[in-house]
């Protein structure tokens, strides 16, 4: 079994208060849930306005699978115009 974990640091530059932040991170942690099934929840930053953590989780046999799936879903990330991507950490257990 292989445990793949993604960490994102975001930058969101359209929120002006933790209200339009939650908004825009609640909405990408859902796409990024059923598109992907995943495992996936704002991991950090959490009272910062125009910054966010995130986390995803990926449980497969091969590592090859779960390095495609987190892959896959960090393009994602990078493709929402709502957000930029500032740092990635990438471990498979």
């Given at each position: 079994?292989?445990?793949?974990?993604?960490?994102v640091e975001l930058g969101i530059a359209g929120s002006n208060s933790l209200k339009d932040k939650r908004q825009?991170?609640?909405s990408l942690l859902a796409h990024i849930r059923n598109r992907f099934n995943?495992?996936?929840?704002e991991t950090g930053r959490l009272n910062i306005?125009?910054?966010?953590?995130?986390g995803v989780a990926c449980v497969s046999n091969d590592q090859k699978i779960a390095n495609t799936?987190?892959?896959n879903v960090?393009?994602?990330?990078?493709?929402?115009?709502?957000?930029?991507?500032?740092?990635v950490?990438?471990?498979f257990l």
């Open positions: 079994m292989v445990t793949g974990i993604l960490e825009v991170i609640k995943v495992s996936a929840a306005w125009r910054r966010a953590g995130i799936v987190l892959n960090l393009e994602y990330i990078e493709s929402d115009p709502r957000v930029s991507v500032d740092s950490n990438m471990e």
